[in-house]
C-alpha cells in the first residue's frame, strides 16, 4: 500500500541553520507524525527537508495553512527565503518510513519525469531495485502529487561521504544501477546530501 508524506523544504538566509534548527527542535517536538528533520550539506545549500507522515490528507492542509498564515511559520521566519510544501506518495513496493538510524548521509535526488514518464519508471525500478538494494538500501521512492508535476524523489542512506562514492560506483560497475531505459523518462535532475539534525527520529 502507498504511504502518504507531507515534506517541507525551507530554505534560510546563508549561516543561519544552527538558528533555525534550535527553533524547530522545539517547534516540532511535538509533532507525532514527524520522521525526518535534515540540513543539506552538499548541493543546493541553507535548507532543511522536513518529512512527516500524511496520514489525513484534510489535517495536513489545514497543518499548512497554519504554518502560511502563522506571523512567524514553525517559529522560523526570520530565516526563511524560500518555503515548499508538498504531498508525496510512496511507490507501493518501497518500505513505510520509520524511525532510526540509517545515515547520517542521506542523498536526496529529485527529478523531474516527462510526461506519461511515471507509469513506466515505476515499473523499472520495481524491477531494479532489489539487485540495487542488495548493494545498499533504498530508504524512499515517492513523487509529488501537489505542486509542479512531474517530481519525483527517492532518498538513499550512507554511513559516510565516502561509502556513497563507492557504493554508487560499485552498482554501476555491476550493472544493476541505473534501471535500464530509466534516464529516458527524465527532464531533469539533482541530487542533495542531507545531514540530521539532533532531533530527527531519522538520523
Avoid at 530554505?11 to 524547530?24: D, E, F, M, S
Amino acid at each position: 500500500m502507498a504511504e502518504h508524506y507531507d515534506v517541507t523544504i525551507v530554505t534560510v538566509r546563508p549561516g543561519t541553520h544552527p538558528q533555525a534548527l534550535a527553533v524547530l527542535g522545539k517547534t516540532l517536538a511535538d509533532d507525532a507524525g514527524l520522521l525526518a528533520c535534515w540540513y543539506s550539506e552538499i548541493g543546493a545549500l541553507n535548507r532543511i527537508l522536513i518529512i512527516r507522515k500524511a496520514d489525513d490528507a484534510a489535517a495536513a492542509i489545514e497543518s499548512r495553512f497554519a504554518a502560511l498564515t502563522a506571523h512567524s511559520p514553525f517559529g522560523i521566519g526570520e530565516f526563511i527565503t524560500d518555503l515548499s510544501l508538498d504531498t508525496y506518495v510512496s511507490f507501493d513496493f518501497v518500505a513505510p518510513l520509520q524511525p532510526g538510524a540509517f545515515g547520517p548521509c542521506y542523498e536526496v535526488r529529485s527529478y523531474v519525469l516527462k510526461p506519461a514518464g511515471l507509469a513506466p519508471t515505476m515499473e523499472l525500478w520495481r524491477k531494479a531495485v532489489p539487485g540495487r538494494a542488495r548493494i545498499s538500501p533504498l530508504l524512499a521512492a515517492m513523487v509529488a502529487v501537489t505542486g509542479a508535476a512531474i517530481r519525483f524523489m527517492h532518498i538513499w542512506p550512507y554511513k559516510t561521504f565516502d561509502e556513497r562514492a563507492r557504493l554508487r560506483d560499485k552498482a554501476v560497475a555491476e550493472g544493476v544501477w541505473p534501471p535500464p531505459g530509466g534516464p529516458n523518462h527524465l527532464l531533469a535532475q539533482q541530487a542533495d546530501v542531507y545531514l540530521p539534525a539532533s532531533f530527527s527520529p531519522m538520523r
